[in-house]
């Protein structure tokens, strides 16, 4: 077990509403950052950082109200990743995966809900999309086998969805899955050592001949296409289009990450020397004025992207429409710059700083590091984000889209 000292709370939170868990979030931030080199060097949050981020809420702001959750909107799944991120990128990804996977997990029967909010809607879910296992029929449900890589929050997860091919008695595919599985018939082998991103506890998931009952395998080439089993009526939320939710939550932890290196850049300006310069203080030079100003305006670039792309979503969700194929890649290609607009702001505030920013001690590396890992997640590559978007503007050949999850 790690733990990490949390001071702790004599009054419980307000948990009423998205904005309530915002405020909690934000009275956590220093905490947050002070466990932030503990969670990394760990390889995983401490379970004081998960108890803190479960009593804030943060793990219900997607859950169904009908089971507890507070069931918000993409946009708030948005702020309370990148909140999390200002203080623990790690934390933001572990909380962000499930989060999304509450939601996902909002399409299946409600059978499946059910069992998996049998004691609150606090859940931490594990998941992977890809499918890298399979899933043959029997009578009542299937037999899963196989490996998921890169399943983050595995550590603290007691659910994972996993991505599967399910398959008939010839071996012939039949769909493609996303099995639920309780934590008590999978294990987690210990493979996620990586350069950034590592207090995600993103380890492998494996199941060896578990059965899963029917009411517990989703079919993804009809939640790819907005065919949902759960058909919520009641719910604009868990109507939203699956790709662009899928593909826009993992902008959420880089929002975060690129206004904390911001804070940090600019809060030392004052204080600390230009190497090798006339300058006393970094704020007095020029070219380092520039350099933070174009950060700044590539970080604000990122906000006003992701922000339209997570209000169309809403505002599609609630009309109960199911955006066309341009306006579904569209939200690829917000994502997109939302994330080359990050990296870019990062590596500027690098160049400013100086090679003292990659001291172990300086903050600003583990950021950085944890960011660029995060924006290389398969989901959301920017080239094949606007390739997407450029042959959809132009009615070219998807070739099956390039990829399923638009």
């Known amino acids: 077990m790690t733990t990490t000292a949390f001071e702790p709370s004599t009054t419980a939170p307000r948990l009423d509403s998205g904005a309530d868990v915002l405020d909690n979030l934000r009275a956590l931030l220093p905490d947050l950052r002070a466990g932030a080199a503990a969670n990394e060097q760990a390889r995983r949050l401490s379970d004081d950082t998960v108890a803190a ?17 507070l069931e918000t909107n993409l946009r708030t799944m948005l702020d309370v990743s990148s909140t999390i991120a200002e203080g623990d990128g790690g934390a933001s990804w572990v909380t962000t995966l499930s989060n999304i996977n509450h939601w996902a997990l909002g399409l299946f029967d409600e059978r499946a809900q059910a069992e998996v909010y ?16 399979t899933a043959r029929r029997v009578e009542g449900g299937y037999r899963v086998s196989g490996q998921w890589p890169y399943a983050s929050a595995s550590l603290h997860a007691t659910w994972c969805t996993g991505g599967v091919v399910v398959l008939d ?21 210990d493979t996620w050592y990586v350069a950034g991103m590592r207090a995600s506890g993103s380890n492998t998931v494996v199941a060896d001949d578990v059965f ?12 790819f296409s907005g065919s949902y089993v759960a058909e919520r009526t009641d719910s ?14 993992l902008v959420g932890p880089q929002l975060g990450m690129g206004r904390a290196a911001l804070d940090l850049v600019t809060t030392k300006a004052a204080e600390k ?49 199911y955006p ?10 917000d994502a997109a710059v939302a994330l080359r607009s990050v990296t870019e ?25 944890d960011s660029n890992v995060g924006a290389r997640h398969a989901v959301m590559l920017p080239r094949v984000s606007v390739e997407t978007y450029g042959k959809a503007l132009l009615g070219v050949e998807l070739h099956d889209h390039i990829t399923p999850i638009i």
Do not use: C
Request: aromatic share 6%.
């Open 273 to 321: 020397s230009l190497a090798y310069t006339v300058f006393e203080r970094q704020a007095d030079s020029v070219a380092f004025q520039m350099m933070v100003a174009e950060a700044a305006l590539k970080i604000d670039t990122a906000h006003l992207h992701a922000h339209r792309a997570a209000d169309d979503v809403m505002r599609w969700a609630e009309a109960g429409v």
């Open 236 to 249: 604009a939320f868990a109507r939203s289009a699956f790709g662009p939710m899928l593909v826009m939550v």
């Open 345 to 369: 702001a990062l590596n500027i505030l690098l160049d400013a700083t100086g090679a003292g920013a990659f001291a172990d001690v300086n903050a600003l590396q583990r950021i950085w590091r």
């Open 212 to 223: 899963v009952p029917e009411h517990r395998m989703l079919s993804m080439m009809g939640a």
């Open 118 to 133: 049998a004691d609150g809607p606090d859940v931490v879910i594990s998941g992977v999309v890809s499918p890298t296992a």
């Open 169 to 189: 008695e010839d071996d012939s595919v039949l769909d493609q899955g996303m099995a639920l599985i309780p934590s008590s018939d999978y294990t987690v082998d």
């Open 324 to 333: 066309d194929l341009v306006s579904r890649a569209r939200v690829r290609g």
């Open 53 to 69: 981020l479960r009593r804030a809420g943060a793990f219900r702001i997607a859950a169904p109200a009908r089971f507890g959750g």
